[in-house]
C-alpha cells in the first residue's frame, strides 16, 4: 500500500517584509489587567498553530492573505486589547497597555503544493519554522512584544496555510479559536461578530484577601529545571476512532464504559502504558496533568465570548507499580476523580487565590510528569476564512504537552489522534504496551514521527503483511 507522505520534502518560501496591523478605526487607551490564572508563569510563552486550507474554486483569483490582513483590521477593533503591549507591575502582575500599537503580520509565498505534505498532520509540522513568521520565543518572554504574529503563506496549488503565534497569557485554546472564527466571519464579509468578546478577567482573580480552599498537587512541589530534548525524541500519533474507543471500553468496568469520555479512556489508556515504557522504580509516584475548561461552570458566571484562559490543570497520581499492576479501570477511575476535582465549586477561585499566594508559580512539571492537552472542544471546527473547512487545525510544533486532536482519517472516520514523544529506547516499550489495549482491533494506526521521519505501521497487520512505510522528511 503507498503511502502519501513524500520520501523528501523540501521548499522554498519567499516572505515579504513584516508589517504591523492596526484595528482599523482608534480605539480605548486604558490599561486592562490580565486575570490570576492569566499571569501564572506556565503562560508565560506564545502557542504556535497552523491552519492548512485547500484551494476553493469559489475563490480562484481572491488573495487570501490581502482578504485576511483587511479583517484582521476590523477583527482588532473588537479584540482591541491583542494590539497592545503587556507590561508586569509590582508583585509580578500583568496588565495590558491597550494603545493601538499592532500586531505582526508577514504574507509569503511557497512553491509546495497542500498534498506535498501528505496526510499525517500531526505536530511537528514538516518545515514549520517556514509558515510561523518568527523564531519560537523563549518561555516568560512576553514583555512589550506584540501579542499576535500572523503569516498567510500562499501555495502553488492555490490553497494556503495561515500560521500563527499568540500569547497564551491573553487567550487559552478556546479563546484563540474563538477570535479566529471571528475573523473568519469578518473575512467572509460580515459586517459584525456573531459572538463578541468580554474582557471580564476579574472573575478570574484572586480575592483580597486569598484564601485556598482546595488542595492544588499541580503546584504542590518546586519543580526540577526539566526540559524535553525534542529534537532527539521520537513523536508518533495515535488514532483512535469508535472501533478503537470499543476496544478501550472493554478492559474497563461496565459504569466506566458507561460514563468515562473518551478524552478519560485515552489519557489514562497513554499514561499508563507511558508509565510502564519508562520503566520508573515501582514506589515512585507518577503523575497524569490534563486540562479543564472551566466555561459553562454556573458558580463562576463566565459570560459568553470570555476569551481569557479559564483552564485548570487536575492531576491524577499513583505509585509507578500500582499503575502498571491494576487494570485499566484503576488509571480511568484516577482520571475521572481528579477531573472531579478540578470541577468542583470554588477550586478555579483557589487557584487564583493560591497563584497569587506563591508568587504566581510555575505548574510542577517533571519527569515524572505526563501532560496531555485535549484539543477537541475548543472550537477551532468553527473556523472558516472563506475558503472553506480546513484540512488541519491545530499546534505547529511540540511541546511540554501531548495533544488529543479532533481529526477524520483517510478513510473518512472521524477519531481523536494523541501524540507521543519519548526517546527511542522507551518509545519501542510504549508501542508494544498499546498493542494490549488495541490488539482486538485490526484497525488501530500509528503515525509515527522521528525527527525528519514519519512511518506509518498497521501494529498487529503489520506482522501479518510486512505492511511498513517510511519516508525521511528534511527539515
Same mark, same amino acid.
Given at each position: 500500500?503507498?503511502?502519501?507522505?513524500?520520501?523528501?520534502?523540501?521548499?522554498?518560501?519567499?516572505?515579504?517584509?513584516?508589517?504591523?496591523?492596526?484595528?482599523?478605526?482608534?480605539?480605548?487607551?486604558?490599561?486592562?489587567?490580565?486575570?490570576?490564572?492569566?499571569?501564572?508563569?506556565?503562560?508565560?510563552?506564545?502557542?504556535?498553530?497552523?491552519?492548512?486550507?485547500?484551494?476553493?474554486?469559489?475563490?480562484?483569483?481572491?488573495?487570501?492573505?490581502?482578504?485576511?490582513?483587511?479583517?484582521?483590521?476590523? +477583527?482588532? /477593533?473588537? !479584540?482591541?486589547?491583542?494590539?497592545?503591549?503587556?507590561?508586569?507591575?509590582?508583585?509580578?502582575?500583568? @496588565?495590558?497597555?491597550?494603545?493601538?500599537?499592532?500586531?505582526?503580520?508577514?504574507?509569503?509565498?511557497?512553491? /509546495?503544493?497542500?498534498?506535498?505534505?501528505?496526510?499525517?498532520?500531526?505536530?511537528?509540522?514538516?518545515?514549520?519554522?517556514?509558515?510561523?513568521?518568527?523564531?519560537?520565543?523563549?518561555?516568560?518572554?512576553?514583555?512589550?512584544?506584540?501579542?499576535? !504574529?500572523?503569516?498567510?503563506?500562499?501555495?502553488?496549488?492555490?490553497?494556503?496555510?495561515?500560521?500563527?503565534?499568540?500569547?497564551?497569557?491573553?487567550?487559552?485554546?478556546?479563546?484563540?479559536?474563538?477570535?479566529?472564527?471571528?475573523?473568519?466571519? $469578518?473575512?467572509?464579509?460580515?459586517? &459584525?461578530?456573531?459572538?463578541?468578546?468580554?474582557?471580564?478577567?476579574?472573575?478570574?482573580?484572586?480575592?483580597?484577601?486569598?484564601?485556598? =480552599?482546595?488542595?492544588?498537587?499541580? *503546584?504542590? %512541589? =518546586?519543580?526540577?529545571? *526539566?526540559?524535553?530534548? %525534542?529534537? &532527539?525524541?521520537?513523536?508518533?500519533?495515535?488514532?483512535?476512532?469508535?472501533?478503537?474507543? &470499543? /476496544?478501550?471500553?472493554?478492559?474497563? #468496568?461496565?459504569?466506566?464504559?458507561?460514563?468515562?469520555?473518551?478524552?478519560? $479512556?485515552?489519557?489514562?489508556?497513554?499514561?499508563?502504558?507511558?508509565?510502564?515504557?519508562?520503566? !520508573?522504580?515501582?514506589?515512585?509516584?507518577?503523575? $497524569?496533568?490534563?486540562? @479543564?475548561?472551566?466555561?459553562?461552570?454556573?458558580?463562576?458566571?463566565?459570560?459568553?465570548?470570555?476569551?481569557?484562559?479559564?483552564?485548570?490543570?487536575?492531576?491524577?497520581?499513583?505509585?509507578?507499580?500500582?499503575?502498571?499492576?491494576?487494570?485499566?479501570?484503576?488509571? @480511568?477511575?484516577?482520571?475521572?476523580?481528579?477531573?472531579?476535582?478540578?470541577?468542583?465549586?470554588? %477550586?478555579?477561585?483557589?487557584?487564583?487565590?493560591?497563584? @497569587?499566594?506563591?508568587?504566581?508559580?510555575?505548574?510542577?512539571?517533571?519527569?515524572?510528569?505526563?501532560?496531555?492537552?485535549? $484539543?477537541?472542544?475548543?472550537?477551532?471546527?468553527?473556523?472558516?476564512?472563506?475558503?472553506?473547512?480546513?484540512? %488541519?487545525?491545530?499546534? +505547529? =510544533?511540540?511541546?511540554?504537552? &501531548?495533544?488529543?486532536?479532533?481529526?477524520?482519517?483517510?478513510?473518512?472516520?472521524?477519531?481523536?489522534?494523541? #501524540?507521543?514523544?519519548?526517546?527511542?529506547?522507551?518509545?519501542?516499550?510504549?508501542?508494544?504496551?498499546?498493542?494490549?489495549?488495541?490488539?482486538?482491533?485490526?484497525?488501530?494506526?500509528?503515525?509515527?514521527?522521528?525527527?525528519? =521521519?514519519?512511518?506509518?505501521?498497521?501494529?498487529?497487520?503489520?506482522?501479518?503483511?510486512?505492511?511498513?512505510?517510511?519516508?525521511?522528511?528534511?527539515?
Amino acid at each position: 500500500m503507498a503511502l502519501s507522505n513524500p520520501l523528501y520534502l523540501t521548499f522554498t518560501t519567499r516572505r515579504n517584509k513584516p508589517i504591523i496591523i492596526r484595528p482599523a478605526i482608534p480605539t480605548p487607551y486604558e490599561f486592562k489587567p490580565l486575570s490570576d490564572i492569566d499571569d501564572q508563569e506556565a503562560l508565560r510563552f506564545y502557542n504556535t498553530g497552523v491552519i492548512f486550507c485547500p484551494k476553493n474554486h469559489l475563490m480562484s483569483g481572491q488573495d487570501p492573505a490581502q482578504i485576511i490582513k483587511s479583517a484582521l483590521e476590523k +477583527a482588532l /477593533v473588537y !479584540y482591541y486589547p491583542f494590539a497592545g503591549r503587556i507590561h508586569e507591575g509590582p508583585d509580578r502582575k500583568l @496588565v495590558v497597555e491597550c494603545n493601538g500599537e499592532g500586531i505582526v503580520f508577514v504574507e509569503a509565498d511557497a512553491d /509546495v503544493r497542500l498534498e506535498d505534505f501528505g496526510d499525517a498532520f500531526c505536530p511537528p509540522i514538516p518545515c514549520h519554522e517556514d509558515l510561523l513568521c518568527v523564531p519560537e520565543t523563549p518561555v516568560g518572554d512576553v514583555i512589550n512584544r506584540p501579542l499576535l !504574529y500572523i503569516q498567510v503563506t500562499r501555495l502553488k496549488c492555490e490553497g494556503f496555510i495561515f500560521g500563527i503565534q499568540h500569547c497564551h497569557c491573553m487567550a487559552d485554546s478556546s479563546g484563540i479559536a474563538q477570535f479566529l472564527v471571528a475573523l473568519g466571519e $469578518l473575512a467572509r464579509g460580515a459586517n &459584525s461578530l456573531s459572538v463578541q468578546p468580554p474582557w471580564a478577567r476579574e472573575i478570574l482573580s484572586a480575592r483580597i484577601l486569598p484564601h485556598i =480552599t482546595h488542595r492544588h498537587p499541580e *503546584y504542590d %512541589y =518546586t519543580p526540577e529545571k *526539566y526540559s524535553l530534548p %525534542y529534537d &532527539s525524541l521520537e513523536h508518533r500519533s495515535f488514532f483512535f476512532g469508535e472501533k478503537e474507543i &470499543s /476496544v478501550l471500553k472493554e478492559h474497563v #468496568s461496565p459504569k466506566l464504559r458507561r460514563f468515562a469520555t473518551k478524552f478519560e $479512556l485515552i489519557a489514562a489508556c497513554l499514561w499508563k502504558c507511558r508509565t510502564t515504557a519508562v520503566d !520508573y522504580n515501582p514506589r515512585e509516584k507518577v503523575r $497524569l496533568m490534563f486540562v @479543564v475548561d472551566a466555561r459553562g461552570k454556573q458558580s463562576l458566571k463566565i459570560p459568553k465570548g470570555y476569551y481569557g484562559t479559564a483552564l485548570a490543570f487536575p492531576v491524577a497520581e499513583a505509585e509507578a507499580g500500582e499503575l502498571c499492576q491494576h487494570q485499566l479501570s484503576y488509571a @480511568v477511575q484516577l482520571v475521572t476523580e481528579a477531573k472531579a476535582r478540578a470541577t468542583a465549586d470554588g %477550586y478555579m477561585q483557589s487557584v487564583a487565590n493560591l497563584l @497569587v499566594s506563591k508568587g504566581r508559580p510555575h505548574f510542577a512539571m517533571d519527569s515524572r510528569t505526563f501532560f496531555i492537552s485535549e $484539543l477537541t472542544h475548543n472550537g477551532l471546527e468553527g473556523i472558516d476564512f472563506g475558503w472553506g473547512k480546513p484540512v %488541519y487545525l491545530g499546534p +505547529a =510544533t511540540v511541546s511540554i504537552a &501531548s495533544y488529543c486532536i479532533g481529526m477524520q482519517n483517510k478513510k473518512g472516520e472521524k477519531g481523536i489522534r494523541a #501524540s507521543m514523544h519519548l526517546p527511542e529506547c522507551d518509545m519501542e516499550r510504549f508501542c508494544l504496551e498499546m498493542e494490549r489495549f488495541t490488539k482486538a482491533s485490526n484497525h488501530m494506526m500509528m503515525f509515527f514521527q522521528q525527527p525528519n =521521519t514519519f512511518i506509518q505501521d498497521h501494529s498487529e497487520l503489520a506482522k501479518a503483511n510486512s505492511f511498513v512505510g517510511v519516508n525521511h522528511i528534511k527539515p
